[in-house]
């Protein structure tokens, strides 16, 4: 499994963790299930369910990451959280 970086800028407030995952799709769906909400600036329980709902859809509809451009290993992805943009960078660190 590879090891992939999150980086997650939420009002006004960065946060970083890492999940290791065989894809990005699955290390961002397994980062925001495993995801602690309580140390994030107003984020609670209902609001990680709801980003991980909103990640869920865009899974389903083909469209979760977008790889940034002149880049290797690095996507991005955003979500709309109550009333708030969550902006999501994620990194493959180290490959298995």
Not at 33 to 40: G, K, N, S, Y
Not at 56 to 77: Q, R
Request: proline share 3%.
């Amino acid at each position: 499994m590879d090891l992939y970086t999150i980086i997650l800028d939420y009002r006004g407030g960065t946060y970083i963790s890492q999940v290791r995952e065989s894809s990005p799709d699955d290390a961002l769906l397994t980062w925001a299930r495993t995801l602690d909400p309580r140390p994030i600036y107003g984020m609670g329980e209902k609001t990680k369910v709801e980003l991980m709902d909103e990640l869920l859809d865009d899974h389903k509809d083909g469209y979760m990451l977008v790889a940034i451009t002149d880049t290797v290993n690095v996507w991005c992805a955003t979500a709309l959280l109550r009333g708030s943009i969550g902006q999501i960078h994620m990194i493959k660190t180290m490959a298995d």
